[in-house]
């Protein structure tokens, strides 16, 4: 098993799924000649040829277009919306098209794209690159939505995603690219796309989040030990359709639920896990259902001090856990 | 909020239990209403409101007993005038150095408030084992009972249990239960209130008193024969039955007079002698018994008798007894021949040292100078508390009972 980051993971998903299966292809803005703008799809062309991986107009539309199109007559696409946030131009192809085709055609079609894109932010991007957009996605049946939380699972759920019969949108935390690395198994490696996973045992506190604040929540939770109170963590791993028997197992160990995210604290996923733990545990819970989440305003913003303002960090997650442990 | 306590219902009470709540929480009430039934010592009163105002807690259960003095539900009023008094005394601890008892009081109040808020999850787990909020110690926020302090307390009450059983065990066997003998159980009777009181002073005068009993056969044909010539004209002149229970309550009350130990009450080192002849009645009603007193029965004449006889049971049955109405008995008259018994034990009512039982009046064959005569019999069965009195005074004292009434003339005697 090698070590590697989770941009690497995600790379060494892409290769391994272009050697087992010639119908896989990739597409995006400069995902070609210049190997994305992460390095991500670096080496990708030379390996496989320009005709599967292809560098495209900037107009994601099409890139969701033309992906939906080859995928329903018969090729797994891969297609690359360089920031998360561009891919609203790209939502009626996936809500309309993509995520209703099997429906709408009676089972006769069905798309089996996946589409990738770097989200998140920490890393100074400011409005344009920083932006988690996963709430746009995670309400619409005939989608699913994955984040990993680490490079065996950025790998995993990728190669899941790809195998998938159905539209899968992979978001990876771009700040999680280099910053975290770990084993990766080597070839065919699959996630399960709908389950959670339990990352941290614990009885004071429960902490379900996704993306790199799973990694946040260990650091804090060690953090937390330190003052005599275990966390258990789970990662939802996938946010649509949401692996409910894991979170109302994990809500119910301890009854004292914090969800974290990093997107905008209303309307976010959370805000649908909070509903099923209310719905479900009400007779188990000690502490009301607690979010931390990044504030309500419009973007992270771009001055350093601001940016850590808005965004999540170990800090923040251990002092929530902290109240909530004392609760 | 002002919160409102057990009040005292009499001179020597110093407990009392809510046998009713007859408001709710949120209930708005006027000065005087009646907020809830308190029953003591076999007395139950109803305690009205000091205020006008709104319900806002109920601290007490319905069947709990609580000491007189102890919170039993909490008032929001909606006098201003109230309300000023303690706003201004809030206002004043915090510009003063703040008092340290009203500190701790304030904390202790919230404390009590925090602890009464259970998250869902404690609530069940308490009701799935039976657990009382109270007896378990919480250390969340504010001394909120956590999760995990329900857990620690049901692990370590577990092993108490434990032992308790172990040690209980032989005690439990003799226990049977209507299931095991198959018997198929019926209506469950809760018992509580009265009931419960007279059950508790039943056992307590049983187990403590050591008994003693004494019957003596006594002719009232003489007695039958006054009552009979002047029942009518009294119940017109005075509006109450001339009965023959009156006759006897005011013959014990002034043979009492000559027999000072049987009117007097036991308080282990000393026997108190009491100068008052206050004679209880056994008045039953139902499912209750109470006993009234006639106070100061010597005073009485047969007519004064006969009417606070006659008004006492009235109050009984009207469930009207105050607390005052059954205290201070030094001796009990009790009529068991109404009921048409004509042979009983009767139970000791504490501190008392004697009961008389008096029975029905029978028309019996009887031998007077070798003739047989048909004579108007009735038993007259005493209790004695052996501690304080012996088989020998207790004779005489039915023996001049039993002279009274055979020596009665129905030609003179007044009913007066």
Same mark, same amino acid.
């Given at each position: 098993m090698a070590k590697l980051s989770y941009l690497d993971a995600i790379k060494d998903a892409l290769f391994t799924a272009m050697e087992q299966d010639d119908d896989v292809f990739v597409l995006g803005e400069d995902v070609g000649k210049k190997g994305g703008v992460f390095k991500v799809t670096e080496g990708l062309q030379e390996k496989f040829g320009e005709m599967r991986v292809l560098d495209t107009p900037l107009a994601e539309s099409n890139i969701a277009g033309t992906a939906i199109g080859a995928a329903m007559v018969g090729k797994k696409p891969v297609a690359? !919306?360089?920031?998360?946030?561009?891919i609203l131009p790209a939502v009626n192809q996936i809500l309309n098209e993509a995520a209703k085709i099997r429906y709408r055609s009676d089972n006769d079609w069905n798309a089996p794209l996946v589409i990738r894109a770097p989200f998140g932010g920490g !890393?100074?991007?400011a409005l344009y690159h920083s932006?988690? !957009?996963?709430s746009i996605f995670v309400?619409?049946?005939g989608l699913k939505v994955v984040v990993p939380s680490n490079p065996a699972d950025a790998k995993g759920l990728l190669m899941a995603a790809i195998k998938d019969n159905d539209p899968v949108l992979y978001f990876e935390h771009k700040k999680a690219y280099r910053l975290l690395k770990g084993e990766v198994p080597e070839g065919e490696y699959i996630v399960p796309i709908g389950q959670a996973n339990t990352v941290r045992s614990g009885d004071d506190i429960t902490v379900i989040t996704y993306g790199l604040c799973v990694n946040y929540a260990v650091q804090a939770a060690e953090q937390l030990s330190k003052d005599g109170y275990e966390a258990e963590i789970l990662d939802?791993?996938?946010?649509?359709?949401?692996?409910k028997e894991s979170i109302i197992k994990a809500a119910s160990k301890t009854g004292k639920v914090l969800l974290v995210t990093?997107?905008?604290?209303?309307?976010?996923v959370m805000s649908e896990v909070s509903a099923i733990i209310g719905e479900n545990c009400l007779y188990d819970l000690d502490a009301p259902i607690t979010r931390l989440a990044?504030?309500?305003?419009p973007s992270m913003p771009y001055a350093p001090p601001m940016e850590d303002f808005f965004m999540m960090n170990p800090e923040k997650i251990y002092n929530k856990m902290l109240t909530l442990s004392e609760y | 909020m002002i919160e409102i306590t057990m009040p005292k219902?009499? *001179?020597?009470?110093t407990e009392g239990t809510? *046998?009713?709540?007859?408001?709710?929480?949120g209930d708005h009430v006027n000065e005087y209403d009646a907020v809830c039934e308190v029953n003591t010592a076999k007395v139950t009163a109803e305690v009205p409101s000091?205020?006008?105002?709104?319900?806002?807690?109920?601290?007490i259960n319905e069947g709990e007993t609580v000491e007189v003095?102890?919170?039993?539900y909490k008032i929001e009023p909606d006098n201003a005038a109230v309300k000023e008094e303690v706003d201004e005394e809030t206002d004043d601890s915090e510009i003063n150095d703040v008092p340290s008892e009203n500190k701790e009081s304030d904390k202790a109040s919230s404390d009590n408030n925090s602890s009464k808020r259970l998250s869902p999850v404690v609530m069940r787990m308490l009701s799935e084992h039976g657990?009382? $909020?109270?007896s378990i110690e919480g250390s969340g926020f504010e001394g909120r009972i956590t999760k995990k302090d329900v857990e620690k307390f049901i692990a370590s009450d577990n092993q108490q249990q434990t032992v308790n059983k172990t040690d209980s065990a032989p005690k439990e066997t003799p226990h049977i239960s209507t299931q095991e003998t198959g018997v198929t159980a019926g209506e469950k009777i809760k018992v509580k209130g009265v009931r419960k009181e007279i059950a508790k002073r039943m056992v307590q005068s049983k187990t403590e008193i050591p008994h003693a009993w004494l019957m003596m056969e006594v002719d009232a044909t003489n007695l039958v024969n006054l009552r009979n010539k002047h029942k009518a004209k009294f119940k017109e002149t005075e509006g109450v039955n001339l009965t023959y229970f009156s006759y006897f309550v005011k013959i014990v009350s002034e043979v009492l007079k000559d027999f000072p130990l049987l009117n007097s009450s036991w308080d282990g080192d000393t026997i108190t002698v009491h100068k008052d002849i206050n004679l209880s009645i056994a008045v039953a009603d139902e499912d209750q018994l109470f006993v009234p007193v006639i106070k100061n $029965?010597?005073?009485?004449s047969l007519k004064g008798i006969a009417k606070s006889i006659n008004e006492l049971a009235t109050k009984a049955r009207t469930k009207k007894l105050t607390g005052e109405d059954m205290a201070g008995g030094t001796f009990t008259v009790n009529n068991?021949? $109404?009921?048409?018994?004509?042979q009983s034990m009767g139970i000791i009512n %504490?501190? %008392?040292?004697a009961i008389l039982q008096v029975e029905s009046i029978l028309k019996k064959p009887v031998f007077i100078d070798d003739m047989l005569a048909a004579r108007h019999m009735v038993n007259l069965c005493l209790s004695i508390d052996h501690r304080v009195l012996d088989g020998l005074m207790a004779g005489n004292f039915l023996q001049t009972v039993k002279q009274r009434i055979e020596n009665i003339d129905p030609d003179h005697s007044s009913v007066y």
């Open positions: 690359e !919306i360089q920031f998360a946030e561009y !890393i100074h991007g932006q988690s !957009i996963e309400s619409t049946p939802l791993r996938t946010l649509y359709p949401l692996d990093e997107d905008n604290l209303e309307g976010s990044g504030p309500d305003v | 219902l009499g *001179e020597s009470v809510i *046998e009713n709540w007859l408001v709710k929480v000091v205020y006008d105002g709104v319900i806002r807690e109920i601290l003095g102890t919170p039993i657990l009382d $909020a109270n $029965a010597d005073d009485r068991t021949g $109404a009921f048409g018994s004509v %504490q501190p %008392q040292v």
